[in-house]
C-alpha cells in the first residue's frame, strides 16, 4: 500500500498535513528547512489564489470572537478558511493570540476551517517568512479566504500588510479623544475599519466611534487604485453577529475592484519583490545576530557611548571581526 | 623650515586647512580615507563641543537668508560658527544646497565663519558618515556653533536629527490649510519652529501661522527631556534681523536645560551607538551595492515579480551567487 506524500495529502485538503507542514516551514532545524523548500518548490503553483486578508486591532476589541463570527459566516457560504496569526512577541509574553483554539471553539471545529496558532518566534524577520510560507501552503490546500491576524507589536503590522490583499482594522467603540490611541501609520494601512461592539449599551457609541473614524479617513490620502468612498468604516457586532455580511460585501467589491483594474496583480507582484529583498537583506544582516557577534556589538557599542571609540572605528574593528573587507 | 601637518593647522584655526581635510573625509579613494582616518583619530578629543544645530526647512522658506543672519548674529558675539549641508540629493539635481556661496556673501567673508557646501554624494549612508566626520573637524578646529542644514529629501532630516543636538524647522507663513504639508515626523523632530518671513505683508500670516504651529506642537507628546512650554513655535524675519536674538535665546535655554539634566550627554553616546551600529550593517550591506549584484538583483527581482521564482528561492541563487551561506 502506498503512502500519499504530505505534498498530495496538501493538495487533497487534508487539514492534518497542512498543520504538519506548517511545522516545518515554522522550524530553525536544516533538515527541516531542506524538506519545507522542496514541499513548497511541489506546491508552487497548486491550488488557488487565496484572498489574504490582514487583521489587527486594539487589545480588547474582541478580535478573537470576530474571527469566529466572520470565518463561520464565510464557510457558511461554502468558502474554505485559513486563520493564521502573526505575533513576534508570544515567545516574550508567553500567551500567544490565538494560542488558544477553545478561544474559537466553534470555528476550529468546522471541518471548512483551519486555525493555525502563532508560531513562538520573537524575530520578525523569520516570523515573516514563515508565515509568507504557511499562506502559500494554505494557497496549495485551496483555501478561499486566508486571515492574517496581528497583536498591534512592534512592526508586525507592516508585516502582515505586506503579506495582505487587503487590510481590515478592527477597533472599538471610543470616545472622541481616544482616536489618537490609533497610529496615523496604521489608520493609513487600513482598507476597511470595522468598529465592532455596536450592541447593546455599545452600539450609540459605536455609530459615533465609526463616524470620527470616516471622518479621519477622509482625511487621508484617496489611494489612486482604490474606487471613492475607500477606505472606509463601518460597525459590526461579532457577538450579535451583525455587519459581517455588509462587511464581506465590503471586501468583495474593493477586491474586485482592484483586480478589474490591475492593481491586485500589480501588488502581488510587488510584495513578492519586497519579500525577495528582505529576505537577502535579512540574511546579510544575520551575521550580527550570532551570539559572538551580539555580545561584541553589545561591547564595542558601549564604548562608543562611553566616547573611547568614535563610531567609525569601532564600525572597522567589528567588521575586522566579523571577516568583512 | 618645518611645516605644520594639517592637523595642527586645523588646530590653528586655519579654514583652509579645514576646508581640506573635509575634502579628504568626502573622498572615497582608498588612501585619502586612510588619511582622514589618521587625521580624526590625531584631532580626537580636540577643540571643543560644538552646539550641533540641525536645521530644515521647505523650499523657498529663505534658508540661506536665515542662515546668513543668524550666523552674523552669533559671529558678532564673539561665537565662531561653521556651516554644514546635508543633501543626498544633489548629485542628481546639480544644483545643490550652499553651493553658491555668494547666497551668503557677507558670511562667507566673515573670518568667524566657515561655510562648506554639500559634497556631491547621492548616497545617505555616505553623506551622514562624511557630514559627521566634518563635524569632527569642525569640532576639533573648536567653531562653538555647527549648522547642519539640510533638504527635505527622503530620510536626510532623519540623519540630521540623529547628528544634532537641536533641530530647527524654518517654515514659511501659510494658510491653516497648508499646515498639512509638513510631515508629522518632522514636525516631531523639530526643539524649535521659526516661521520666517515675519515682515511687511506677510508679518500678520506669519504670526497667525505660528499659532497654528504652536497649537499643532501641543497636540504632539511632550519631550520628558524638555521643560515646560517646549517644542516652541516663534516668529523671526531674516530679511529684517528680527527674533533672531530671542531664537538664540531659546535654543540656549533649551540647551542649558538638556545639559543641566544629563540630556545632552545621554543624547551624544546613543547618537553615536546608532552611528555605529548604522556604519555596520551598511557595510554589511554592501555587498548589494555593487554594479554586478545590482544588476543580478534586478534580474531576479523581475522573475519573482513575474511569478516566475518564489522569493525565497531568488533569495537563496542571490545569496549564493555574492557566496553568502
Known amino acids: 500500500m502506498q503512502t500519499d506524500s504530505l505534498g498530495d495529502r496538501i493538495l487533497n485538503g487534508e487539514r492534518r ?10 522550524s530553525n532545524r536544516a533538515d527541516h528547512r531542506a524538506q519545507a523548500a522542496e514541499l513548497l518548490g511541489q506546491l508552487a503553483g497548486a491550488g488557488r489564489q487565496s484572498l489574504r486578508i490582514g487583521m489587527s486591532g486594539t487589545p480588547g476589541v474582541g478580535k478573537s470572537t470576530f474571527i ?5 459566516m464565510l464557510t457558511a457560504q461554502g468558502l474554505r478558511v485559513a486563520v493564521l496569526a502573526v505575533d513576534p512577541s508570544s515567545a516574550r509574553s508567553g500567551g500567544s493570540i490565538l494560542g488558544d483554539k477553545t478561544r474559537m471553539e466553534r470555528l476550529s ?10 508560531p513562538s518566534q520573537s524575530h520578525l524577520g523569520g516570523v515573516a517568512r514563515r508565515t509568507r510560507e504557511a499562506i502559500a501552503l494554505c494557497e496549495a490546500a485551496a483555501y478561499d479566504v486566508v486571515l492574517i491576524e496581528t497583536v498591534g507589536v512592534g512592526q508586525s503590522e507592516t508585516v502582515v500588510s505586506e ?11 471610543a470616545g472622541g479623544d481616544e ?3 490609533v497610529k496615523r501609520g496604521i489608520m493609513e494601512m487600513a482598507d476597511i475599519i ?9 452600539k450609540a457609541t459605536a455609530t459615533r466611534t465609526c463616524a470620527d473614524y470616516a471622518g479621519a479617513l477622509r482625511l487621508l490620502r484617496k489611494r489612486p487604485q482604490d474606487p471613492e468612498g475607500y477606505p472606509r468604516a463601518m460597525t459590526v457586532s461579532a457577538v450579535e453577529e451583525h455587519g459581517l455580511e455588509q462587511a464581506w460585501e465590503e471586501m468583495q467589491t474593493l477586491t474586485q475592484w482592484r483586480r478589474d483594474s490591475g492593481h491586485w496583480d500589480t501588488n502581488r507582484a510587488t510584495q513578492a519583490r519586497y519579500w525577495f529583498e528582505q529576505e537577502v537583506r535579512h540574511a546579510l544582516l544575520a ?3 550570532t551570539p559572538t557577534a551580539r555580545a561584541e556589538m553589545e561591547q564595542m557599542s558601549a564604548k562608543v557611548g ?5 563610531p567609525s572605528a569601532a564600525a572597522e574593528h567589528m567588521l575586522a571581526s566579523l571577516g568583512v573587507d
Do not use: C, H, W, Y
Open 163 to 173: 503579506l495582505s490583499d487587503l487590510f481590515l482594522l478592527l477597533l472599538a467603540p
Open 179 to 181: 482616536l489618537q490611541g
Open 306 to 310: 562611553a566616547g573611547d571609540l568614535s
Open 194 to 202: 470595522l468598529v465592532n461592539k455596536a450592541d447593546g449599551d455599545l
Open 287 to 289: 551575521r550580527l545576530e
Open 68 to 72: 469566529e463570527s466572520f470565518g463561520m
Open 17 to 26: 498535513a497542512l498543520a504538519r507542514a506548517i511545522t516545518l516551514v515554522e
Open 109 to 118: 471545529r468546522d471541518k471548512n476551517a483551519f486555525i493555525r496558532p502563532s
